[in-house]
């Protein structure tokens, strides 16, 4: 059973309209982390939330934006997507963050693709 | 200097052969070191932890050397299943992880 499930798998959205990814966990971790991969690239790190403290990524720009209602639910909100936001966005959880302990590692959803036209 | 660097590859190699991937690091304060597994389109998947001493699971071995701030992945016997891209992926205590752009593994039959 998935357990970071994100919705939707693909998701079209047009040049400069607002758009909303979810992203849903069933381990109740503590952490929640919004990756960006373009093709061929690396998972780039826009943001990540202790619990409800929200650490944003120092060159994320401001178009992209996150919220985390509760332990269970994040979004990111895209205010007005350019052609260079094309990309599959991967949300990941992990339990305290602390990857020096031996059990902790990162839980992805299966990402959302997005095209932007 | 990026902080992870991976040779992009690809890595063209026969069924049954025995490939290595290395990766460098540029943070010497790095505590964490990990090997994922990406298929295409698909989201990373965590393949093994890489520990001091270095450790094996099966057909993989992974190694840590501090001191020259590269890890390194072998696989032998390598498998059609293989053929992914591997990402290199390091962190500083409770920072969040720090992924390599990957270096793409084809084996072919």
């Known amino acids: 059973d998935a357990m970071v499930i994100q919705n939707p798998r693909y998701q079209v959205t047009q040049f400069g309209k607002p758009v909303t990814l979810s992203c849903s966990q069933t381990l109740n971790h503590n952490v929640m982390y919004w990756y960006q991969q373009k093709s061929s690239q690396a998972p780039k790190l826009l943001f990540h939330y202790y619990d409800k403290d929200f650490n944003n990524e120092a060159d994320t720009p401001d178009n992209f934006q996150s919220r985390r209602p509760n332990t269970s639910f994040c979004f990111l909100d895209i205010r007005s997507p350019g052609l260079g936001d094309a990309a599959m966005y991967l949300c990941a959880t992990s339990r305290t963050g602390d990857f020096l302990w031996p059990n902790e590692k990162l839980f992805f959803g299966s990402g959302t693709q997005l095209s932007v036209l | 200097r990026k902080e992870v660097e991976q040779d992009p590859g690809p890595f063209n190699v026969p069924e049954g052969a025995t490939v290595a991937f290395n990766c460098t690091y540029s943070?010497?304060?790095?505590?964490?070191f990990f090997w994922y597994r990406q298929d295409c389109r698909k989201e990373p998947k965590l393949l093994m932890s890489v520990y001091s001493s270095g450790n094996e699971d099966g057909r993989f071995t992974a190694q840590l050397n501090r001191a020259s701030q590269y890890i390194s992945l072998l696989i032998r016997d390598s498998k059609l299943s293989d053929s992914a891209t591997y990402l290199c992926?390091?962190?500083?205590?409770?920072?969040?992880?720090?992924f390599g752009k990957g270096t793409r593994l084809s084996v072919i039959a």
């Open positions: 943070n010497s304060a790095s505590q964490s």
């Open positions: 992926v390091v962190n500083k205590g409770n920072t969040p992880l720090v």
